[in-house]
């Protein structure tokens, strides 16, 4: 990222993956605790992960990093 144009489009791509995530977060919640078949939960995790790993590429660019913490148990 050199120009500040840049900046711009590589905020609104890692917001777009973040949102993504959340999403398949949610589907992922929800098709565990409704009892689907594993096969829908785990083509889930693996878009997660496709879209984690989109996102630590663009991070990595920037010097960033980033980890998916479950907290869904934090008092």
Request: a negative charge; proline letters at 1%.
């Given at each position: 990222?050199?120009?500040?144009?840049?900046?711009?489009?590589?905020a609104i791509?890692?917001?777009?993956?973040?949102?993504?995530?959340a999403?398949?977060?949610?589907?992922?919640?929800?098709?565990?605790?409704g009892?689907?078949?594993?096969?829908?939960?785990?083509?889930?995790?693996?878009?997660?992960?496709?879209?984690?790993?989109?996102?630590?590429?663009?991070?990595?660019?920037s010097?960033?990093?980033?980890?998916?913490?479950?907290?869904?148990?934090?008092?």
């Open positions: 990222m050199t120009a500040i144009g840049n900046y711009e489009e590589w791509r890692v917001s777009r993956l973040l949102e993504l995530i999403m398949d977060n949610d589907a992922i919640k929800m098709h565990q605790e009892n689907s078949p594993a096969l829908i939960v785990e083509q889930y995790q693996r878009l997660r992960n496709d879209h984690l790993e989109e996102l630590r590429e663009l991070l990595k660019d010097g960033m990093t980033i980890q998916l913490l479950n907290i869904s148990n934090a008092a």
